[in-house]
């Protein structure tokens, strides 16, 4: 679990990371180092804050940062992609900074198109995660952060809850909480601990791939039966980023809209293997899934076994290739059904 | 009419709730309610689990009406002469037994009605829509509580709107007063529900008729004002008008609000009232099925062209048409706005868009800017 080291995990710290962002945001636009900044403000609904596209200095005190930070915002990116005119100036979390990394070394943007202002994270909360703490029927009105907790106001009721116990699942066995790259670093000298211990990380999906694989499969067709083929997860993925995804071709058509669970499980197979070796757990498409499907099962399962195989962990170098470019004689192929 | 008037409103016990639901099972009705299906909710067949009303199920009620894909026919193309071709879907769908769906919130009833506009206006009748439409009686719970993410009463909806509901349930303390709205409403209670000559025998018992007077001013009670005006506060009217402003199409404004979005159709998939479609064909081996399915403006594939052209190439003119057809276009042609204000597209998109929002700043912007 991610901490602010410097006490409480005070607003304190929070509060200087909120105030740097924003003066280096200014500046960044000022001085036409960046001509939109990309960060988080306030959001409509308890719990959330929004993305933010800023071109104007003085809008920079909109920009916020809490535990409700949720969205990867490497997400817009590659639709700068190409343009020259542009550098793109954006917060970045330790996870966030690693598709980030991915998306320079697939070519979607070049590093000196962004600026980069890294967090050091402590963890973001999972919306599902409290609504079951509080109950799903309790309506929250409004949510406030108070060093290590969170307190939740409703109708006739005033909850407060430790944010450690609603940290999302990626957030909890975190083990680059310090963005790997940034042009500056926002609350330089905070530190937040991680975890060492990368098996932690694959605790939650132990029990799934351990089932024999007809329980597996059939809890695997169970989820993917519910699922509605919104394809949000897909679009929240930063390494998603295809022009034309598989699904979506016509000819020839691949996969149907038709909800036949082949076609639902085509694209959910296709997807992971589509991000294999480039996923970073960031948790962006499960947190996008409007009806909650853990899709992490997948991911974490598949980073399991490139770590396993090959001793890589995606987006961390951005001298090295892309696992995917990469071959040797020797390479495992015992994944290899 | 000849009959004896039955009295005009029932109250029944929350506890209740099952053995109406059973009743009406007995009577020979499929009753949908919400029901779970993983983390989420969506009207289901309510079989022996007890029934929960959720204050809002994930998944709209228009799936019952207007399923996420639907076989229209199906056709043999085997040999190259036998081309054969059955209206299976009409089969089907007219073979649907009588339903009753417990447990809808009343923007969703509305939706229904919104969707009768497209799927059975004077021009068209879509026959498996329509069918079920014509098989299902809706039994609606009005809303105490409004989620941080209702403005039904801004679209002219409200937590107790009656429109589309065949019955409307309004909560007390411990109990609910059940008010027979449509003429199927009281024919279904007086079927159910028997009424003798001495009030109600057997089963009928947990419906006990009240005073129309003194319950009204018990339901009233529970609509304070101040909870109303958390359903509202969204200027629907002037966003319209803004919106249908000529030069509304190219205001500046869309450049700044669709930015954030993803793309995706969570939105629209989750909207009671969005009813876009698409038909393929599913073939398998010698024979197959004409399927219709949801589909969605904020994909690309929505308009892109066999020439290769897409008239809407990014994701700003896809997200102003979601916008449009539902505060503009369906205005025109139907006279009322497509948003019954449930909340669903606020509180399940992945990055907070909006439509809240979206309306105040057309409302205070105007449409030309
Ligand atoms: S697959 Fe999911 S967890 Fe992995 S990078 Fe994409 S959004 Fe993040
Ligand atoms: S976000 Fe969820 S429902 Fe939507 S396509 Fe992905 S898994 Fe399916
Ligand atoms: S507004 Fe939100 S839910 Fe709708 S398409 Fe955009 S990102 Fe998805
Ligand atoms: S547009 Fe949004 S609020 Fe309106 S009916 Fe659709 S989902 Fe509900």
Redesign the interface.
């Known amino acids: 679990m991610n901490k602010m080291t410097d006490g409480a995990a005070g607003n304190g710290a929070r509060d200087t990371i909120q105030e740097g962002i924003r003066k280096i945001a200014a500046k960044m636009l000022e001085s036409g180092e960046a001509q939109v900044f990309i960060g988080y403000e306030e959001?409509?609904?308890?719990l959330?804050?929004?993305?933010?596209?800023i071109t104007c200095p003085e809008d920079t005190v909109r920009l916020v940062w809490t535990p409700f930070c949720e969205?990867n915002l490497t997400?817009?990116l590659p639709e700068y992609k190409g343009r020259d005119d542009v550098t793109v100036g954006l917060i970045v979390k330790g996870c966030d900074v690693r598709t980030l990394v991915n998306l320079i070394l697939e070519n979607q943007i070049s590093r000196d198109r962004v600026k980069i202002i890294g967090v050091p994270c402590e963890g973001v909360i999972d919306r599902?995660k409290v609504a079951k703490v509080l109950g799903?029927?309790r309506?929250?009105?409004d949510s406030k952060v108070a060093g290590p907790s969170l307190v939740l106001e409703g109708?006739g009721f005033e909850v407060e809850i430790e944010i450690e116990d609603v940290l999302a699942d990626p957030c909890e066995a975190c083990r680059h909480p310090v963005p790997v790259i940034y042009d500056v670093l926002a609350g330089n000298g905070y530190e937040v601990s991680k975890d060492e211990n990368p098996e932690r990380a694959y605790l939650e999906i132990k029990q799934f791939v351990e089932l024999p694989s007809d329980e597996r499969f059939s809890f695997f067709a169970r989820?993917i039966e519910?699922c509605?083929?919104?394809?949000?997860c897909?679009?929240?993925c930063p390494l998603c980023y295809c022009p034309?995804c598989f699904v979506?071709r016509?000819t020839p058509?691949w996969v149907?809209?038709?909800?036949?669970l082949s076609d639902k499980i085509l694209f959910h197979l296709g997807r992971v293997l589509h991000v294999a070796g480039r996923c970073v757990d960031c948790g962006?498409c499960r947190?996008?899934c409007?009806?909650?499907?853990d899709l992490r099962l997948l991911t974490k399962h598949m980073e399991k076994v490139v770590s396993d195989s090959f001793g890589y962990e995606s987006g961390l170098d951005l001298d090295g290739l892309p696992l995917l470019a990469t071959y040797r004689r020797d390479d495992p192929d015992d994944f290899i059904l | 009419m000849e009959d004896r008037a039955g009295p005009e409103l029932f109250k029944i016990a929350k506890t209740g709730l099952d053995s109406f639901a059973g009743a009406l099972k007995k009577a020979s009705y499929e009753v949908l309610a919400p029901v779970q299906d993983g983390e989420a909710t969506r009207f289901g067949v309510l079989s022996d689990e007890e029934i929960q009303i959720p204050r809002l199920s994930t998944r709209p009620l228009k799936e019952l009406f207007f399923p996420q894909d639907e076989p229209l026919l199906s056709f043999g193309c085997g040999g190259a002469e036998a081309m054969s071709v059955e209206a299976s879907g009409v089969v089907a769908s007219e073979s649907i037994s009588p339903r009753v769906v417990l447990g809808a919130r009343p923007c969703d009833a509305r939706s229904l009605v919104l969707l009768d506009n497209v799927f059975v206006s004077s021009e068209y009748r879509d026959p498996y829509y329509a069918v079920r439409r014509e098989k299902t009686v809706i039994i609606t719970f009005a809303c105490l509580s409004p989620g941080a993410a209702c403005f039904c009463e801004s679209t002219g909806s409200g937590p107790y709107d009656e429109t589309g509901s065949d019955i409307l349930f309004m909560g007390l303390a411990d109990s609910y007063v059940v008010k027979p709205v449509s003429e199927r409403g009281k024919g279904l209670l007086k079927e159910v529900f028997p009424l003798s000559e001495d009030g109600f025998s057997g089963e009928s018992c947990i419906l006990h008729p009240v005073d129309g007077e003194d319950i009204q001013a018990a339901v009233d009670a529970t609509r304070a004002e101040e909870k109303l005006a958390a359903f509202a506060g969204v200027p629907v009217e002037a966003a319209v008008a803004a919106l249908q402003d000529v030069d509304a199409f190219d205001a500046s404004t869309w450049e700044e609000i669709y930015r954030k979005c993803l793309g995706c159709a969570v939105c629209t998939y989750l909207c009671p009232t969005c009813h876009c479609f698409d038909i393929g064909d599913e073939i398998v081996g010698a024979s197959g099925e004409r399927v219709r399915n949801w589909d969605s403006c904020m994909f690309p594939l929505f308009t892109l062209h066999a020439s290769g052209h897409n008239p809407r190439p990014s994701k700003k003119e896809r997200f102003r048409q979601r916008v449009m057809h539902k505060f503009s276009y369906f205005v025109e042609n139907n006279g009322c706005v497509a948003c019954v204000g449930c909340g669903r597209c606020v509180e399940a998109c992945p990055v907070n868009q909006d439509m809240r929002q979206i309306l105040s700043v057309f409302a205070s912007r105007g449409g030309g800017s």
């Open positions: 959001g409509t609904l308890p959330r804050t929004t993305p933010a596209f969205n997400v817009y599902a799903t029927d309506i929250i009105r109708d989820k519910e509605i083929q919104c394809y949000a897909r679009q929240a034309e979506d016509q058509k149907s809209r038709w909800r036949g962006a947190r996008a409007p009806v909650g499907i």
